[in-house]
């Protein structure tokens, strides 16, 4: 079994709780943040052993293998 280590971003959206992988683009959402998690984390392991399957993992494996994370706000604004 190969682990991955990933990124989950969740924020609010109305009254349901968006869920995103940034390193794959995988979304999913839940009525609180921790179904939104575990929402994207089912989205995300079907992703990757079909990814797998279609032999298209190579490219992404330095992203996916790295144990290392660091996220940081970046507030951007926009004339």
Same mark, same amino acid.
């Given at each position: 079994?190969?682990?991955?280590?990933?990124?989950? @971003?969740?924020? !609010?959206?109305?009254?349901?709780? +968006?869920? !995103?992988? #940034?390193? %794959?683009? +995988?979304?999913?959402?839940?009525?609180? #943040?921790? !179904?939104?998690?575990? @929402?994207?984390?089912? @989205? +995300?392991? %079907?992703?990757?052993? *079909?990814?797998?399957?279609?032999?298209? %993992?190579?490219?992404? !494996? #330095?992203? %996916?293998?790295?144990? *290392?994370?660091?996220?940081? #706000?970046? *507030?951007?604004? +926009?004339?």
């Amino acid at each position: 079994m190969t682990r991955y280590h990933l990124t989950a @971003a969740i924020w !609010k959206e109305g009254k349901r709780y +968006v869920s !995103k992988c #940034p390193e %794959l683009g +995988v979304a999913s959402f839940g009525t609180t #943040p921790e !179904k939104a998690q575990a @929402a994207l984390e089912e @989205a +995300v392991e %079907l992703y990757l052993s *079909n990814a797998e399957k279609m032999g298209l %993992l190579e490219d992404l !494996k #330095p992203a %996916l293998s790295s144990e *290392n994370r660091y996220t940081a #706000p970046i *507030n951007i604004a +926009v004339a």
